[in-house]
Nanobody, 115 residues
Framework: VQLVESGGGLVQPGGSLRLSCAASGFTFSSYAMTWYRQAPGKERELVATISNAGGSTNYADSVRGRFTISRDNAKNTVYLQMNSLNPEDTAVYYC?????????WGQGTQVTVSS
């Protein structure tokens, strides 16, 4: 099982980034997918989640209206489009797959928002 995040980097306040998480080794279309983030000195927090078929999404209040989660089950990939980024969005972003008692994590990708 692998979850490989990509797309992180350094961006100025107000900018945008698109994160990707490529999955392999399990039946991607059966799993809900979630993006989490963890800032230095803080607990990991849920950012956005999407149901296995993509019909349902949910967002943290802090990102609602700025971030969009989506998935392509044909490509076994989940995305996080992040707009209007601010320094408070700086964190390591992790991809998570969840189904019943099964959960998998990626290694994370760093997002830094700074001028």
């Amino acid at each position: 099982v692998q979850l490989v995040e990509s797309g992180g980097g350094l961006v100025q306040p107000g900018g945008s980034l698109r994160l990707s998480c490529a999955a392999s080794g399990f039946t991607f279309s059966s799993y809900a997918m979630t993006w989490y983030r963890q800032a230095p000195g803080k607990e990991r927090e849920l950012v956005a989640t999407i149901s296995n078929a993509g019909g349902s999404t949910n967002y943290a209040d802090s990102v609602r209206g700025r971030f969009t989660i989506s998935r392509d089950n044909a490509k076994n990939t989940v995305y996080l489009q992040m707009n209007s980024l601010n320094p408070e969005d700086t964190a390591v972003y992790y991809c998570n797959a969840q189904r019943l008692l099964y959960t998998y994590w990626g290694q994370g990708t760093q997002v830094t928002v700074s001028s």
